[in-house]
């Protein structure tokens, strides 16, 4: 009996690890799919922003700050996130921006409030394009909430913990990226200034906690993400030269 006990045992051992390495071939194989899909959406989003001097791979930019920011969040707190989500979501926050006016987009002087009531229609604009995509619904809350603030005065004035957390996150990744990137109409901010801004937006427009753990990551880790999108951007714009 004790003999048949321990072959059970080995059997079942055995079952167990096929199980696993099993799991871990079809997750991998699943991960590689996904990343892929990352990939393609990088080349399309670079090459789109590429014909836009005031995004100029905005959006590649959050994106690389973002998947950063989830590397450094403690473990327990990216489980109120999906990986996938903040991939997808934080490439494509600004693809509304596609629907706004060439004049208003391009224009380098200080916009007029008008102007900025039709700009701030892209997170709509964004969900009216994808919204056949399935699977997308934290995408997509994501993307309507990011310029939402923790004190209600944002675009539609959820507060708090009513907004996603993963629009949070995005929220202070694009401020980031916003305040430190050329722009036509204002001149950027060296990473210290940028730091202290966010950390004097934090509790009113920003989460307090997360830009603590943005605040903490080392600095030659955040301007890696600004080399990269310059290297991609260049080679955007050197395809482009090249096609004309």
């Known amino acids: ?31 590689k799919s996904k990343r892929r899909t ?22 590649l930019h959050v994106h690389n700050l973002t998947m950063l920011l989830y590397e450094f969040m403690p473990y327990f707190t990216k489980l109120k996130v999906n990986e996938m989500d903040l991939h997808y979501a934080s490439l494509l926050l600004d693809i509304g921006k596609r629907g706004i006016p060439c004049q208003i987009m391009d ?9 900025w009531d039709i700009i701030k229609k892209h997170p709509e604009i964004a969900l009216e ?17 990011h310029h939402e603030r923790m004190d209600g005065k944002g675009y539609h004035q959820l507060s708090g913990e009513q907004i996603p957390f993963g629009a949070r996150m995005i929220a202070v990744t694009d401020t980031y990226s916003a305040i430190t990137m050329n722009r036509s109409y204002r001149p950027s901010l060296s990473y210290a200034e940028a730091i202290s801004e ?20 080392p600095m030659k880790k955040i301007d890696a993400c600004m080399e990269d999108v310059r290297n991609k951007m260049e080679r955007f714009s050197d395809d482009r030269r090249g096609n004309t």
């Open 198 to 217: 966010l950390r004097m937006a934090a509790g009113t427009q920003l989460d307090e906690e997360i830009v603590n753990y943005f605040c903490n990551i």
């Open 129 to 145: 394009m994808m919204k056949d995509v399935p699977g997308f619904e934290k995408v997509f809350s994501y993307i309507l909430y």
């Open 1 to 31: 009996m004790i003999l048949m006990r321990k072959r059970d045992f080995n059997l079942l051992i055995f079952f167990i690890i096929v199980f696993v390495v099993l799991a871990l071939i079809t997750g991998y194989k699943h991960y």
């Open 107 to 115: 224009r380098a002087g200080k916009l007029g409030q008008t102007d």
């Open 38 to 59: 990352v990939m393609l959406l990088e080349l399309l989003i670079g090459i789109v922003e590429a014909d836009n001097p005031n995004l100029d791979g905005h959006s």
